[in-house]
């Protein structure tokens, strides 16, 4: 029973990393889009104080289409995707 629990354990970790590898997007880009976009309005604090209203994959899609309309910056839908998978990476950790 406990070699499969750790099988188990295993198994999920590997998932875990796999969903996150499997975004759409490429990390480099994401980061020089967010030091040439989103640096003006925030720091990185925003993505790691406690009381941040992102909770998910989605709410960091939506929140990037926020601050869009907000700074009447357009992204094409790949740079999003760049987006969402840097900050998920160096912040967010979503699965």
């Not at 926020?66 to 999003?80: F, G, P, R």
Request: glycine share 4%.
């Amino acid at each position: 029973m406990h070699k499969s629990f750790v099988v188990s354990a295993i198994a999920a970790v590997f998932s875990v990393s796999a969903q996150a590898a499997s975004l759409p997007g490429d990390t480099a880009s994401g980061k020089k889009l967010y030091q040439a976009n989103c640096t003006s309005c925030h720091n990185d604090s925003v993505h790691t104080r406690k009381d941040h209203t992102v909770k998910n994959l989605q709410g960091l899609t939506d929140q990037i289409h926020n601050c869009e309309h907000m700074t009447d910056v357009k992204l094409e839908k790949n740079q999003v995707n760049d987006l969402v998978k840097y900050l998920n990476e160096t912040f967010y950790k979503f699965k």
